[in-house]
């Protein structure tokens, strides 16, 4: 059975990091896409970032480009969002999840995803 547990939100400043992971067990992910999405309050959940297992292919949604980046342990099946120069608008509740793909083109459906976190909750602000 396939596990995704999140940690590492808090309550950060305008300006400031936070290093996101996820811890997944229950199967091998070799042939899976690791996914980052984020749900604000009354808003719609939204792709954030992408993986691909074995490759380390990347996609990101435009506004995370060049702020936030996706990696992954292997030895530790540990997906991490590293998230620099955080903005209110980022302030979210943050889910990983994986699904069986080897690439991306299905990596900003989050409908597709057949596992999910918990979350963990991200706050910007002053």
Do not use: H
Not at 21 to 35: H, I, K, L
Not at 87 to 101: F, I, L, M, R
Not at 102 to 116: E, F, L, M, S, V
């Amino acid at each position: 059975q396939v596990q995704l547990v999140e940690s590492g939100g808090g309550l950060v400043q305008p300006g400031g990091s936070l290093r996101l992971s996820c811890a997944a067990s229950g199967r091998t992910f070799s042939n899976y896409v690791m996914g980052w999405f984020r749900q604000a309050t009354g808003k719609e959940r939204e792709f954030v970032a992408a993986i691909t297992w074995s490759y380390g292919d990347t996609y990101y949604v435009d506004s995370a480009k060049g702020r936030f980046t996706i990696s992954r342990d292997n030895a530790r099946n540990t997906l991490y969002l590293q998230m620099n120069s955080l903005k209110p608008e980022d302030t979210a509740v943050y889910y990983c999840a994986t699904g069986p793909w080897t690439n991306t083109y299905y990596a900003t459906r989050g409908d597709k995803y057949p596992y999910w976190g918990q979350g963990t909750q991200v706050t910007v602000s002053s």
